[in-house]
């Protein structure tokens, strides 16, 4: 995430539980695949975690962007 969106929702987080949540989440997610991704070897349930979380944060992702895309406006940028 570039950092004008970090400060963004650092901003904004603490007004917009809904931005919050999914940062929050986004982070979680994040590292958890970091975790994941670390090993030699997965398990096929593993695998299957790794690519849920992906769509997962993908999906969050596309929503924080939305989200972000009001604040921007709000602020002239």
Request: charged share 45%; hydrophobic share 30%.
């Amino acid at each position: 995430m570039e950092k004008r969106d970090v400060e963004l929702i650092e901003k904004y987080s603490p007004r917009d539980e809904v931005l919050a949540r999914l940062y929050n989440d986004h982070l979680l997610f994040e590292s958890e695949l970091s975790e994941l991704e670390k090993r030699t070897y997965l398990t096929p349930e593993e695998e299957a975690r790794i690519k849920e979380l992906k769509k997962k944060k993908l999906l969050g992702k596309d929503r924080i962007e939305a989200i972000l895309r009001k604040y921007r406006a709000l602020e002239g940028n």
